[in-house]
């Protein structure tokens, strides 16, 4: 006699679970242990050495595919690496450690006249242009961050007195496309505010784990003008002039939640 649904589905939730609590330490190198309730997330590792040298921590992972690093108060920063695989990963395996919140300080590229270089992008909503969320959802279900913990992050930039701008971010797993005129065309039409590799997929792998999660985007470049390409060096140049600022923000964000924000609560449908 087959098993019914519902435990099946349990059993399901066990398995990865135990795979997740594996794989976490496996493949940042930090004991699970040492992760706190709130997780910043990066792409970069200049963000992982700048929070260690902060709080005067130790940066696990070297040689693994991630690196992390806690401040030993209840806030953890990984480098999870570039792309919605990757995206995927970090936000399945981080179900061993079920953080309070996630926040992924990302950078994007600048689809709107009114979004230029150093602009910070509290997204509302991601288009699923990359596929990877396609394994765990159903494309008619939005990719959304928890509107309790942005709400939170905007608060903590009104009170810097810091401007930011809120719109649709296109996610996507192509890196080179910025000379097709195809795909520039249709993102003219879908009206986003930005494009990037990452936020519609830590949304949406969130939602699936019951994760609250969120992104604050800064925009890097300007891809659908010539001059606005990303190089090696105009990246240096953003990375000097805002990252400090994109990752002090996080950090306030992610300090002050847990004794000054709402509960955040994740409901499953």
């Not at 040298?53 to 991630?66: A, D, L, N, Q, W």
């Not at 150093?118 to 990719?143: C, K, M, N, Q, W």
């Not at 930039?157 to 296109?170: A, K, N, S």
Request: proline share 4%.
């Amino acid at each position: 006699m087959s098993q019914p649904i519902d435990n099946k589905i349990e059993a399901s939730k066990i398995d990865r679970l135990e795979i997740a609590k594996s794989w976490l330490p496996r493949y940042t190198g930090m004991p699970i242990e040492e992760f706190g309730d709130y997780i910043l997330l990066t792409n970069f590792s200049h963000y992982v050495d700048q929070f260690a040298t902060r709080f005067g921590c130790k940066i696990y992972g070297e040689g693994k595919p991630m690196q992390a690093s806690s401040n030993g108060e209840g806030l953890t920063i990984v480098n999870f690496g570039i792309g919605s695989a990757n995206a995927a990963t970090i936000m399945d395996i981080l179900m061993a450690r079920m953080p309070e919140a996630v926040l992924f300080l990302g950078k994007c590229g600048g689809l709107k006249d009114s979004t230029e270089i150093g602009h910070f992008i509290l997204p509302i909503a991601a288009i699923r242009g990359e596929g990877t969320s396609d394994d765990y959802f159903p494309s008619e279900v939005p990719a959304l961050p928890s509107f309790k913990l942005h709400k939170f992050v905007s608060d903590c930039m009104v009170e810097r007195e810091l401007e930011y701008r809120t719109g649709v971010i296109y996610t996507t797993n192509r890196r080179l496309w910025e000379h097709d005129e195809e795909f520039r065309e249709k993102l003219n039409r879908l009206t986003c505010i930005g494009i990037d590799m990452e936020t519609a997929t830590l949304f949406i792998v969130g939602h699936y784990n019951s994760i609250s999660r969120g992104a604050l985007l800064l925009v890097s470049d300007v891809p659908t003008t010539p001059e606005g390409v990303k190089t090696e060096e105009s990246d240096a140049e953003v990375t000097s002039r805002w990252v400090d600022l994109h990752l002090e923000i996080g950090i306030q964000a992610m300090t002050d939640i847990g004794t000054r924000g709402e509960q955040i609560r994740h409901f499953r449908y």
